[in-house]
Structures are given as C-alpha cells and as structure tokens.
C-alpha cells in the first residue's frame, strides 16, 4: 500500500484527536486576535479562546456562511496583511457572486501537500503523466493539481480545460496515464474518443480524478468504461482549498478528509444539529491550519454523510460518502425533494438514452411542472414515431417511480444539449421564486 505521509494517513484516531485540538485552538486564537467578524461572533456568543479547550468544543464556535464571505469582499476576514499573500483564488461563482480566497506561501505549500497526497491515493507515483483538464485561473482546479502532481514528482500536461481534439492527440502523444477534469468533461472526451475511432484500450490512460460537480456511481462506470480506467472521486471547494480536500482510495469506499488540515462535521441542515456516523446532512468544514483566511465551521451546502471507521486500505482518516447534491441544488416541485443525481442515475440505466439531459422547472398557475430533455442514442433515433414513444414512455416510467411525481418527458436528438468543458448547467428553473 502506498502513502504518501503514513504518519498522518494512518495516525490512531487519539494522536489525531489531539492534534486537532491543538491547531483548533491556535486557529480560534489567531482569528479572534486578528478577524474583527471572528471576534464579534464569538463575543456575541459569549466565548473567548480561552474556553475552546478541545476539537470536541468546535459546537461552541460561530458559524460561516457564503453571505458572511461575500459582506466581508474581499480580505475582511483575513488574518494576516496582505503583504503575506503569494496568490489569490476565487470561487467559481456556481450560485453568485466570487468570493475571494488567498493563500500565503504556507498555504500554497499545504495545498501541494494535500493534492499530491490525494493523487497518491489512488495509486498515483512520479513515474505518471498527468493530464490536468480542470481550468487554470480563478478556478483552484487547475492550479491545484498542477503542484500536488509537481509535488508528487510526476509530469504534468497543463492543458487546461476545452480543445477537445488536443485534449485526445495529447493524450496519445504524450502517453497520459492520469487524467483530471470535471466528470462531465469525461463522458464528453470518451464521445470524443469513440467518434474518432480510437480504442480506449489502446492508450496509457489508468486513473481518473473526477470532481467539481455532483456525479452518480453509474456516471463513474460509463466514464471507465469509455476511457479505460479507474475512476476516483476528489473533493473540495474554493473556500476551504480546492482539490484535495478529499479524495477515494482504491476501495472506493468513501473519500479521506485530509483531516489534519481541515475538520469536518455533518449537520442537520434545517437545525444545524450534529448528525451521526452515517446520517446524511450537511458537510461544515473548519480550517485548523489555514494561514491567510482561516473559517470556522463554514457550511458548504454540500449533502454528504461521514464514517470514523478504519478504512481497508490501511488508512484512519474520517471518510465522507460521495456529496449526492446540495442543499441548495435541491429542487422542491409540488413538495417532493428533487436532486439531478437522481434523474442521472435512472438514465444510466436506460441504453437508449444517453446521460446528456437537462431539466426545465416552470409554473403553470399555481403548479409546478418539470420537463426533461433527454438525449437519445443515434442508433435508437427513428423516424418510427410508435418507437420514440415507447421509450419516451418508459423513460418516464421509470423517472416518476423514482421522484414520485409526473415528469414531462421529451426525447431529443445526440448533441441537442450543449456540452460543459467545466461544471456541466443541469437545471434551468424558470419559477422566479
């Protein structure tokens, strides 16, 4: 088994303990010597540093928000001058407005750390060549997996994101073994390959590291299906990091937080309760080591769930199952919960259809509908109307059984849809409410 800093990776849930205890409390006083919205808080809250003896009073501290970040645009929550940052990132923007995240040299520093950490974990050595598809820029994807596999010692390809035709003629040139980029990227470069008639198995393609968006476990067999290889799952966001703050090992059996660096909890999202080992909520994350902007308990509005059981590749970190969507992603149509993960799976598991699709919410009067554009297989395409519509109809047999309620279903040709060379837009929710 290889790991790329056993100490940390298989540390005793005790040592870690009380390692997390010790930087919680170095972050907590640092921010409310330094971060007037910490100190604030905190006082309004009726605490001082002093009171946080432990990682296990994290529940005594403040809550951060998207809002809180966005009000203090763009350095009021940072802790140290800004002659100590090196770089500024930030957010994607996904649900508004950036929000702005710099790094000091130590930051960056454990950026690489935990990337090339990452990488590692799913069997990655200096020996790869690693393809990075993710956008450069803003974007901490591109950036990101560039020095953790710098760190890691292999050679990175840093062709960013788009130039599809390149991404192949690279990808066979140079002998790609890693590839990186958003898992709808993926599906669309295997459609790529297959449409260029050239056969996966004839390239040096072994791991995939997939994140930036919500994807279900049929999407993860099709992308390895079409090119090659083993698909892993890595997570994180702009706010806390980037890439790595976890990632899934080989046993895909959840994603290690690189917990030494940033502490994860599982909330009730309506009550902002803690949830247990295994219970879905929302993922909150506090910094522990963050030098520049270090957040307590920031909430991520990603829906996740955690377990502290060893895991069988040897490593003790806390795991968190695949995010599953977000709490602000989920789309309530007369009452029912509805997450786009769901509808992706059920069309994994329809061969004519394929997993392009794009969902419309609208209101008519004072109902809800939903309306489902679906791609369909070029080979299952007909002019034979009787035939669309038995596999129209067993689209929306199948997709209703799942959400509950009554989909409209309309089957359109392959590459209606336009295709996403970042997060793919699933949604268009035309309500205004």
């Known amino acids: 088994m290889m790991y790329w800093n056993e100490p940390i990776e298989t540390m005793s849930r005790d040592h870690m303990h009380a390692l997390q205890s010790e930087r919680l409390k170095d972050t907590v006083s640092r921010v409310y010597q330094n971060v007037k919205f910490y100190r604030k808080k905190m006082q309004e809250l009726g605490i001082e540093p002093g009171d946080i003896k432990s990682i296990d009073d994290i529940i005594r501290l403040p809550f951060t928000t998207k809002k809180d970040l966005r009000d203090n645009y763009p350095f009021g929550l940072c802790a140290v001058p800004k002659s100590e940052f090196v770089r500024i990132h930030a957010s994607s923007g996904t649900t508004g407005k950036p929000t702005s995240v710099p790094h000091t040299r130590k930051d960056l520093d454990t950026f690489a750390e935990c990337v090339a950490r990452a990488i590692c974990c799913t069997g990655g050595t200096r020996e790869d060549v690693v393809q990075v598809a993710y956008g450069y820029g803003l974007f901490t994807g591109g950036l990101g997996l560039h020095d953790g596999a710098t760190r890691l010692g292999a050679a990175v390809v840093p062709i960013s994101g788009g130039n599809t035709r390149n991404q192949l003629t690279l990808m066979q040139d140079f002998g790609t073994t890693i590839l990186a980029c958003t898992p709808s990227y993926a599906l669309f470069l295997g459609e790529a390959l297959a449409e260029a008639g050239v056969d996966p198995k004839s390239l040096d393609l072994r791991i995939g590291i997939f994140g930036a968006e919500p994807w279900s476990k049929e999407m993860r067999k099709k ?199 970042g997060k793919a837009k699933r949604v268009i929710d035309k309500r205004h409410i």
């Not at 679906?374 to 002019?383: G, L, P, Q, S």
């Open 223 to 421: 992308i390895e299906k079409d090119l090659n290889l083993t698909a892993y799952d890595i997570y994180g966001l702009s706010e806390i990091m980037g890439p790595g703050v976890s990632i899934s090992c080989e046993k895909q059996n959840g994603l290690h937080i690189a917990e030494d660096h940033f502490y994860p909890e599982i909330l009730n999202p309506d009550t902002l309760e803690p949830l247990s080992d295994g219970t879905t909520g929302e993922l909150v994350f506090t910094h522990l080591t963050k030098e520049a902007m270090p957040l307590l308990r920031y909430r991520t509005k990603d829906l996740s769930s955690i377990t502290h059981e060893p895991c069988d590749c040897g490593r003790t970190s806390a795991r968190m199952s695949k995010v599953c969507g977000r709490s602000d992603d989920m789309l309530i149509i007369r009452g029912v919960n509805v997450f786009p993960s769901q509808i992706e799976s059920v069309l994994l598991e329809v061969p004519e259809a394929k997993p392009h699709y794009l969902i419309i919410v609208d209101r008519q009067g004072t109902m809800d509908t939903i309306e489902l554009q679906v791609e369909i297989d070029d080979k299952y395409f007909t002019d034979e109307i009787a035939e669309l519509e038995k596999i129209r109809k067993k689209i929306k047999q199948k997709i209703d059984s799942v959400l509950r309620i009554s989909v409209i279903v309309k089957l359109v040709e392959h590459k209606t849809i336009q295709r996403s060379e």
